[in-house]
């Protein structure tokens, strides 16, 4: 029995689509049967595992009638008690009449046009921040509900393949690591970064600089033209998108997000995943999750000065460093654990089908 149908409508892999394929197979592996629908040869189609019920609608945009009308049809096929769709594509192409046994969630993970989830049953924001807007453009208090994200869990790294990691980057031993993820756009503020980073000179507290940028996007060439022009652009290392960047991660002294626009901070979560110590710029989500000097730095969006002197201040005190993760660590641990993501998510199925 299918208890609950879950629909993107997007191409690409960023944020909304990694916590979509989380979700489902979370919600499989805890013996919810959870059917994921995806466009047809998209990467999420490709990322979701075999062990996860999945099928393909093509959703070629929000005005496609032969795509709303195949999900309507799996709908009446696998009556399911949740149908939960994500962004605009997905839940403008999902329409099911009160009353017929089916509830409709829209999930938001941004601040969209409320006009265009408007007819949903439910609504889904995973910052309290999204969940005022969405009750502030009149949508009913008491059908908006507040669950966060969570991270994929924590496979640590040995020693060894720590080192592997380093030598197969041309990093040294002594050398400070930076990392940062995200896809390479420029609301996400790649270029702050590299900016930031030419202000540092390469070094700082006696010891070489790294930079491990982990993603993709249209901007990556802009951006890399940016840091071919810098010192130590040598020391600069692209990854491209990582299905799993936790074994780089691991290799971090500071985690960074840099981002102009971040309604919640996925990037965040996952530093704190792997304990290391984030410096976040003063987005929504930024400041929703961090209290700056205390569980993260938080530093104004689209400063390089800023950003640089925080990474400088944070490498060269380690007391700082050590209590910043612990803190951010005990914060992803306490609210936005898996299962504790999970049973809200469970809890509120419930709540909703009766």
Known sequence: MTQSIHIIGSARLGGAESFFMRLVMALNSAGHRAVAVSRPRSLVAGAIGKQTPQTHIAMKNQFDFVSRYRIAQLIRREQPAIVQTYMTR???????????????????????????????HAWIGNTHGICDYLIREGLPTQRVFYIGNFVPAVHPTSQTQRQQLRHDLGIPDDA?????????????????????????????????????????????????????????????????????????????DLH???????????????????????????????????????????????????????????????????????????????????????????????????
């Open 90 to 120: 997905a839940t403008m192409l999902t329409h099911i009449k009160p009353g017929r046994g089916v509830c409709h969630i829209a999930r938001l993970g941004g601040y969209y046009k409320v006009k265009r989830f408007a007819h949903a």
């Open 176 to 252: 400070w690591i930076l990392t940062a993820a995200g896809r390479f756009v420029h609301k996400k503020g790649f270029d702050t970064l590299l900016a930031a980073w030419e202000r540092l000179d390469g070094q700082t507290a006696g010891r070489p600089l790294h930079l491990i940028l982990i993603g993709d996007g249209p901007e990556r060439q802009n951006l890399q033209r940016q840091a071919a022009k810098l010192k130590h652009a040598h020391r600069i290392h692209w990854l491209g998108w990582q299905t799993d960047p936790g074994p780089w991660l691991s290799l971090a």
């Open 256 to 354: 960074i997000c840099p981002s102009r626009h971040e309604p919640l901070g996925n990037v965040i979560l996952e530093g704190w995943a792997w304990h290391k110590a984030v410096i976040s710029t003063e987005t929504d989500g930024g400041r929703e999750l961090i209290q700056s000097g205390e569980n993260g730095v938080l530093i104004p969006v689209a400063d390089p000065k800023a950003m640089s002197h925080a990474i400088r201040r944070c490498l060269e005190n380690e007391d700082l460093r050590t209590q910043l993760a612990a803190a951010g660590h005990r914060t992803a641990a306490s609210q936005f654990s898996q299962a504790k993501i999970l049973d809200d998510y469970l809890a509120l199925y419930r709540q909703l089908s009766t």
